[in-house]
């Protein structure tokens, strides 16, 4: 049974620095998507970043400047780091996994991280 | 950034029946490696998300096959046959293609009347 587990701090004052990271257990991938996607409380779906089996990238281009997403391959787990995090970054994360190796495609997602910055 | 609309914004559903979830984004989703990357995500209350729905069609593994999706460029659409007590939640639409970034609409609430 593959899982997620997503862990990180949950407060912060404005200007720090969001950390999380997500692992997968039970489950290793040779073809996936791991994605980074926030939701403000009671609000919708915001896409943060992507980072590939081949090491690419992408972001928000919101973010990008304060974004970095990485990937530790031999621990099976996936980092996200936000920087200068103010009030509206007040929000869920939320890891997720598309694996693409075989048809149909799978999808995993962590429990979530309620992250509220505040002085 | 492409903008996804859904409608409606909220569906009250007899159980039982089926449930139509519309999404129209405001450029073409189509690839130019000729995929459409289009892709609908469930929440159910108080939990993460889960995507259902790949490519416009293509379920994702475990997904009942009570839920299909259908459309083409800029017009989307996911059924639900048969609405269920567990299919309650918020539908979101999301889009792949044209990036950065990737877009997700407003979601729909699905309701039980």
């Known amino acids: 049974q593959v899982q997620l587990q997503q862990w990180g701090a949950g407060l912060l004052k404005p200007s720090e620095t969001l950390s999380l990271t997500c692992a997968v257990y039970g489950g290793s991938f040779s073809g996936y998507y791991w994605n980074w996607i926030r939701q403000p409380p009671g609000k919708g779906l915001e896409w943060i970043a992507e980072i590939n089996h081949s090491g690419s990238t992408k972001y928000n281009p919101s973010l990008k400047s304060r974004v970095t997403i990485s990937v530790d391959t031999s621990k099976n787990q996936v980092a996200l780091k936000l920087g200068s995090v103010t009030a509206t970054d007040t929000a869920i994360y939320y890891c997720a996994i598309v694996v693409v190796t075989a048809t149909p495609w799978d999808e995993y997602w962590g429990q979530g991280t309620l992250v509220t910055v505040s002085s | ?113």
């Not at chain 2, 096959?65 to 989307?76: K, L, M, P, Q, W």
Request: hydrophobic share 30%.
């Open chain 2, 1 to 113: 950034d492409i903008v996804m609309t859904q409608t409606p914004l909220s569906s009250p559903v007899t159980l039982g029946q089926p449930a139509s979830i519309s999404c129209r984004s405001s450029q073409s989703l189509v690839h130019s490696d000729g995929n459409t990357y289009l892709s609908w995500l469930q929440q159910r209350p108080g939990q993460p998300p889960r995507f259902l729905i790949y490519k416009i069609s293509n379920r994702f593994s475990g997904v009942p096959d009570r839920f299909s999706g259908s459309g083409a460029g800029t017009d989307f659409t996911l059924k639900i046959s048969r609405v269920e007590a567990e299919d309650v939640g918020v539908y979101y639409c999301m889009q792949a293609t044209q990036f950065p970034p990737y877009t997700f609409g407003q979601g729909t609430k699905l309701e039980i009347k």
